[in-house]
């Protein structure tokens, strides 16, 4: 018999001045607001049930009107538990940044757990003159806790549109083995962290240079167009990864990292 599972969903908009414009939240997604620094709405995400596995389905929806900031990040970091061989988590991300608005999706972390099975979908579109900010952290389980990932399939989908046009896409996937896959040379070269960023801004191609130093040699970035930057970076663990992106995505939003990032 299939078990129960959690499902969760979070739509938010923001308004200029910081404020909210609408919000809805149901099943095991909530959302807090901290007070608001730079003229940004903060917004915080968690997860109620603990953690995503097979079967568990969440949807989150979050636009910037026009002239509006909009920072997102998360309580905690998440976790991908173990899931039945026939079942698959499933995230879907909107995002949404309208006119002369910025949004910035900074959640922390995600743990991978042996045997997981995710599938997470971000779709994002840009009006003209708008700005984006997004990382998205993943550690292959916790090495100080002696786990190890064996087995199991995570799979992200970026899809990112600007004024209706197609400008980005990319898919992530591990699968099988995962903690072999990541100590091949052409992967991650032995490092269980690793994260991807992206930025979309009129100043990505001058902050590019700046952007590789602080990424180190286990990060590289390029411009994929004047003013749409994606990065990787690759880390021997968590602690080492926050060491890096930190300073990348403080230079990348001109402001201070989100404070739950530093708990």
Same mark, same amino acid.
């Given at each position: 018999?299939?078990? /129960?599972?959690?499902?969760?969903?979070?739509?938010?908009?923001?308004?200029?001045?910081?404020?909210?414009?609408?919000?809805?939240?149901?099943?095991?997604?909530?959302?807090?607001?901290?007070? +608001?620094?730079?003229?940004?709405?903060?917004?915080?995400?968690?997860?109620? +049930?603990?953690?995503?596995?097979?079967?568990?389905?969440?949807?989150?929806?979050?636009?910037? $009107?026009?002239?509006?900031?909009?920072?997102?990040?998360?309580?905690?970091?998440?976790?991908?538990?173990?899931?039945? /061989?026939?079942?698959?988590?499933?995230?879907?991300?909107?995002?949404? %940044?309208?006119?002369?608005?910025?949004?910035?999706?900074?959640?922390?972390?995600?743990?991978?757990?042996?045997?997981?099975? %995710?599938?997470?979908?971000?779709?994002?579109?840009?009006?003209?003159?708008? #700005?984006?900010?997004? %990382?998205?952290?993943?550690?292959?389980?916790?090495?100080?806790?002696?786990?190890?990932?064996? +087995?199991?399939?995570?799979?992200?989908?970026?899809?990112?549109?600007?004024?209706?046009?197609?400008?980005?896409?990319?898919?992530?996937? $591990?699968?099988?083995?995962?903690?072999?896959?990541?100590?091949?040379?052409?992967?991650?070269?032995?490092?269980?962290?690793?994260?991807?960023?992206?930025?979309?801004?009129?100043?990505?191609?001058?902050?590019?240079?700046?952007? #590789?130093?602080?990424?180190?040699?286990?990060?590289?970035?390029?411009?994929?167009?004047?003013?749409?930057?994606?990065?990787?970076?690759?880390?021997?663990?968590?602690?080492?990864? #926050?060491?890096? $992106?930190?300073?990348?995505?403080?230079?990348? +939003?001109?402001?201070?990292?989100?404070?739950?990032?530093?708990?």
């Amino acid at each position: 018999m299939r078990q /129960p599972r959690a499902r969760g969903t979070l739509r938010l908009s923001a308004r200029p001045g910081a404020r909210i414009r609408d919000l809805h939240q149901s099943g095991s997604l909530k959302a807090l607001f901290p007070a +608001s620094r730079h003229g940004a709405l903060n917004a915080v995400f968690l997860n109620t +049930s603990g953690g995503v596995t097979g079967g568990d389905q969440y949807q989150i929806t979050a636009e910037a $009107l026009p002239d509006a900031a909009l920072v997102l990040t998360s309580q905690a970091a998440e976790r991908l538990y173990r899931a039945q /061989p026939t079942e698959t988590g499933r995230l879907d991300i909107h995002l949404k %940044v309208g006119q002369g608005g910025r949004l910035d999706w900074l959640p922390q972390e995600t743990i991978l757990f042996d045997a997981a099975r %995710v599938v997470r979908r971000f779709d994002v579109d840009l009006a003209p003159g708008a #700005r984006f900010l997004a %990382v998205e952290p993943l550690i292959s389980g916790r090495l100080a806790m002696g786990e190890y990932v064996h +087995s199991g399939t995570l799979t992200d989908h970026w899809r990112l549109r600007r004024d209706g046009q197609l400008i980005f896409a990319d898919t992530f996937r $591990l699968s099988g083995d995962i903690d072999a896959k990541l100590a091949r040379p052409a992967v991650a070269g032995g490092n269980r962290a690793v994260a991807a960023l992206i930025f979309a801004a009129p100043e990505a191609e001058a902050l590019l240079p700046a952007i #590789r130093d602080l990424l180190g040699p286990l990060g590289g970035a390029s411009l994929i167009l004047p003013d749409l930057l994606f990065a990787r970076i690759a880390a021997p663990d968590g602690f080492e990864l #926050r060491k890096r $992106l930190i300073p990348a995505i403080t230079r990348l +939003s001109g402001q201070d990292i989100p404070r739950t990032w530093t708990l």
